[in-house]
């Protein structure tokens, strides 16, 4: 556990002087203050238009940083072959990809963090009331970039960072559109398509038990039930891919 860490904490501090973290970070804060001027020009929806902006706002930061840092995590020091210098000290491919993972964790919580309170900030200074839906919704946000963090995490231990990019980007997007394939197979004349449809509706992460940003702007909070089990369904689908992440690493030749 102690080398797991170590790497997870070299990793914090290695990607937290990455500056596209900052502009992605000043991107969000701006959009969050943006949806308050956009708010103005509504009547009647002023509150959650900024809430349902502001909650857009972070989880399309934070699915970026998963996705873009989350590809460069394994690929990027097999490209630059430092994986040699790394994988030379005593610390096994397990912990290294554990490591990696729980470092970039914390990377994405803290700008999570960070920008989930100026989002509360907006909303305070305008006047708008804060509900608990607002928390539990960032916090399914947290758990899907978690999800996206280990897909990208499994994708470039066998792949390239732009390859690896794409096929997160897509199993993202179909992650969201999950419910489309259900009713495609269920409608489809063509016992291939529908074996298909069936297939990647079972093996593609469900995202949208994740997304309640439009309830939540609306105030509307979630039932406790439902919020534990979405979690422990995206933690779940994490666990999954991080254990066929160290597999396949560990059995990778270089």
Known sequence: ???VMAVANNTFRETIRDKILYNLVFFAL???????????????EQARI???????????????????LGVGLVSREIERRTIYTILARPITRIQFVLGRYIGLAGIVTVNIVIMFAMFLATIWLSGFPIHAALFQAVQLILVESLV???????????????????????????????????????????????????????????????????????GVSLAIETQVLATGYGVLYAGLL?????????????
């Open 1 to 3: 556990m102690q080398s």
């Open 30 to 44: 701006l959009l969050i203050g943006s949806s308050v001027l956009l708010g103005t020009l509504t009547i009647g």
């Open 50 to 68: 900024v809430k349902d902006l502001g909650l857009a706002a972070i989880n399309l930061v934070a699915v970026i940083i998963a996705i873009f």
């Open 242 to 254: 991080l254990f066929a992440a160290c597999l396949i690493f560990q059995r990778r030749e270089f």
């Open 148 to 218: 996206v963090m280990a897909i990208a995490l499994l994708f470039s231990t066998f792949s390239s960072a732009t390859l690896s990019a794409s096929m997160t980007i897509g199993l993202y997007i179909v992650g969201h559109l999950t419910s489309d394939l259900k009713v495609i197979a269920e409608k489809s004349a063509s016992q291939v398509a529908k074996a298909v449809m069936t297939g990647l509706y079972y093996m593609c992460p469900n995202l949208e038990v994740l997304n309640i940003k439009g309830q939540a702007a609306s």
